[in-house]
């Protein structure tokens, strides 16, 4: 069975880099994600497929769904459970194709077409944003909101994942307004403490769905 967490921390080294990828997936998994996404842009592949190789061990070992952002080679390579895709990035359809149907796909969709169209092309779950305005990537557009996340989240037939600016003081919020969950990446990644970050956090998102 698909397991959509509720708290998706995204590991980051590039707005940090006290923590590697792997010793961020597993303060986060220690302190309560159900879901890991490896997130990194430009590394030789053969080093992300060992990386991310060492990220699943670590979540099949603790039970949690563990996330490749954007390449569907490395996330083969390294058994993952699945992959998140941007709208520039491979096709959902195609991902799904290479992937069966056993694998997590999630897709990014800012309006109402893109995230029906990623559905019908194989996608289990939508993510939308930026909630909030945010630093962490630079082209994720203008602020969404509470509003469109609620008619977003009525709208579809598959779990929204929020992002974007999203934090302690919010993620509750964001779950009222219909989220099924949060991912984030400065709220965990670039804390002094990300364990209790996200323990903080869990604890918010299970306040409203416990």
């Known amino acids: 069975m698909k397991k959509i967490g509720g708290l998706h921390v995204l590991t980051d080294t590039v707005l940090q880099d006290r923590f590697s990828h792997l010793d961020l997936a597993r303060l986060a998994i220690t302190g309560g994600a159900d879901t890991v996404q490896y997130r990194q842009k430009t590394r030789a592949t053969r080093d992300m497929i060992e990386t991310a190789a060492a990220i699943q061990d670590l979540c099949a070992s603790a039970g949690v769904t563990f996330i490749v952002n954007d390449r569907v080679d490395v996330a083969i390579a390294a058994k993952a459970d699945g992959v998140h895709l941007g709208q520039d990035d491979f096709p959902v359809r195609l991902a799904r194709e290479l992937l069966g149907l056993d694998r997590v796909i999630g897709v990014s969709g800012g309006v ?17 944003g930026p909630i909030y305005a945010t630093d962490s990537k630079p082209d994720a557009g203008e602020a969404q909101g509470l509003g469109k996340l609620s008619e977003m989240a009525c709208s579809l037939s598959v779990p929204v994942i929020a992002i974007g600016g999203i934090g302690i003081d919010t993620a509750a919020d964001v779950i009222r307004a219909g989220a099924h969950g949060v991912a984030v990446i400065s709220a965990v990644c670039c804390r002094e403490d990300p364990e209790g970050a996200t323990r903080t956090l869990v604890g918010r998102i299970r306040s409203i769905h416990p």
């Open 112 to 128: 109402l077409d893109e995230a029906r169209q990623g559905i019908a092309d194989g996608a289990d779950y939508v993510g939308f």
